[in-house]
């Protein structure tokens, strides 16, 4: 809805926004301001990502439709990938390792 505030300034950053359907503004400065954030576009996440507090408001512009994504999951969605993309890399480096011993 437009004009909704959907984060504040100081909460947590304990979510991670991300626009579906519209735009959001996010507001970083005393004037009322601010960047715009379209469609596919995550909100905040720098806050988010470093596990401060938000550093500005965001607040609906027009219609919009924002996911929220709870913190704990996102974060355990990203640590499985990226323990995926380790074991998987280590995988190669053996296969290689090994290609390059059968090879001498």
């Known amino acids: 809805m437009d004009g909704e505030l959907l984060a504040q300034r100081g909460d947590p950053a304990t979510e991670l926004y991300v626009v ?54 996102v974060k355990e969605a990203l640590g499985m990938e990226l323990r995926d993309l380790v074991a998987s890399r280590q995988t190669e480096m053996k296969k290689t390792k090994k290609n390059d011993i059968s090879m001498t």
Request: net charge negative; aromatic share 2%; hydrophobic share 40%.
């Open 20 to 73: 579906v359907i519209g735009r959001v503004t996010v507001c970083r400065g005393p004037e009322g301001g601010g960047d715009m954030c379209l469609e596919n576009q995550l909100v905040l996440e720098e806050e988010f990502m470093a596990g401060v507090d938000h550093q500005a408001d965001v607040v609906a512009s027009g219609k919009a439709e924002v996911v929220v994504c709870r913190g704990d999951k």
